[in-house]
T-cell receptor, first 109, second 113 residues
């Protein structure tokens, strides 16, 4: 069993739809990260959170430490949101990231 | 403020050769992380350097090595290249003052033929 699991693996939606990507982890963590990877490989850090909820524009990330679960939501989705979204967790004390396998999101105009 | 930079962007080597990849962190960041993303596989942690020392390494053979210089830039060396070393190599930097949030560079795509 992987330490970090994401669902769904692939998601196709119409422009404007509300998107939810889920992440579950099985280890103790110091923080959970949501990353975005566009074709070509560049990675952008969207959120780093250790409790509660964070919001940036149309993106919202939540984490439930007791349930070891996090969600990334995108409101009013747009074709430019099409990318791979990766959940990652960092360990206490060494900060290396352990990654989920990613969710490939495609938003159709 | 300049972001994390990596060089070269692309690198083509033949099996058995050595590859050297370079990373410059964001100014003020003391930690540098290296990750490998092989085709069809997820991201995997390779190495973590902080204040010039190797702090942790992932499950990779010893022919993957690196170092961090006094200016906190870093080098990843891969010796005796194998075909399966073909991958995107990503560098990230962070600092304690930034709560260790990691900022990624654009990556170096290594192709081994």
């Amino acid at each position: 069993k992987n330490e970090v699991e994401q669902s769904p693996q692939n998601l196709t939606a119409q422009e404007g739809e509300f998107i939810t990507i889920n992440c579950s982890y099985s280890v103790g963590i110091s923080a959970l990260h949501w990353l975005q990877q566009h074709p070509g490989g560049g990675i952008v850090s969207l959120f780093m959170l250790s409790s509660g909820k964070k919001k940036h524009g149309r993106l919202i990330a939540t984490i439930n430490i007791q349930e070891k679960h996090s969600s990334l939501h995108i409101t009013a989705s747009h074709p430019r949101d099409s990318a791979v979204y990766i959940c990652a967790v960092s360990d206490f004390g060494n900060e290396k990231l352990t990654f989920g396998t990613g969710t490939r999101l495609t938003i159709i105009p | 403020e300049a972001g994390v930079t990596q060089s070269p962007t692309h690198l083509i080597k033949t099996r058995g050769q050595q590859a050297t990849l370079r990373c410059s962190p964001i100014s003020g960041h003391t930690s540098v992380y290296w990750y490998q993303q092989a085709l069809g596989l997820g991201l995997q942690f390779l190495l973590w350097y902080d204040e010039g020392e190797e702090r942790n390494r992932g499950n990779f053979p010893p022919r993957f090595s690196g170092r961090q210089f006094p200016n906190y830039s870093s080098e990843l060396n891969v010796n005796a290249l194998e075909l399966e070393d073909s991958a995107l190599y990503l560098c990230a930097s962070s600092s304690q003052t930034a709560s260790y949030e990691q900022y990624f560079g654009p990556g170096t795509r290594l192709t081994v033929t």
